[in-house]
């Protein structure tokens, strides 16, 4: 006769080892979801980035031949480009990286400051202005940065909701096992 067992033990054992598998299954994928959510909230900041960088390297261009004697503050404005190129490369392969992050939002501060310089220089010079040439990408570059705060809000809800995950207990313990850091938001 198979039913009732004689010991109950081994059957208890093993449905609590059925329940806290699906659990650590469910767990992980939640992770895993809120993670790749990163990725996506990542992505829109990114195409942000990829439209400022094309139309801030046409506008430099253009702005050479005019503001030949400021030629400092707009290879300032490309250096401080490059390096937010760089370290949203960083960030691109690894968006939950808080170090990457972290790196990627110090290079804001000089880009800001460097075209905000050149935007000064551009405004101060009405034939500079209101050529066709710097217009078009000034146009541009003000539509990406009137975009920018709402990209970076969704990526920082999205570190906000897995960290949160991260740090609930008892998944605390499956995201130290399998090694999920906590995010850095911008």
Not at 129 to 155: D, G, I, K, M, N
Not at 173 to 179: E, I, K
């Amino acid at each position: 006769m198979i039913w009732p067992p004689e010991s109950w033990e081994p059957l208890v054992w093993s449905v609590i080892g059925v329940v806290i598998g699906f659990w650590m299954v469910g767990a992980y994928n939640r992770l895993m979801r809120l993670r790749n959510q990163l990725g996506v909230a990542w992505a829109q900041i990114d195409a942000l980035l990829m439209r400022r960088e094309e139309a801030l390297t046409q506008m430099i261009a253009a702005l050479r031949e005019p503001l030949v004697d400021e030629s400092g503050a707009l290879d300032a404005l490309a250096a401080a480009q490059i390096h937010v190129h760089a370290s949203a490369d960083g960030v691109r392969q690894k968006p939950e990286s808080a170090d990457a992050t972290r790196a990627f939002a110090a290079t804001l501060g000089p880009w800001a400051s460097a075209f905000s310089r050149v935007t000064a220089l551009v405004e101060q010079r009405p034939q500079v202005h209101q050529a066709e040439s710097v217009a078009t990408p000034r146009a541009e570059l003000t539509e990406s940065q009137a975009r920018w705060p709402f990209a970076r809000q969704a990526f920082n809800d999205a570190v906000q909701a897995y960290n949160a995950a991260a740090a609930q207990w008892p998944t605390r313990l499956l995201a130290r096992l399998f090694s999920f850091r906590a995010a850095s938001p911008l």
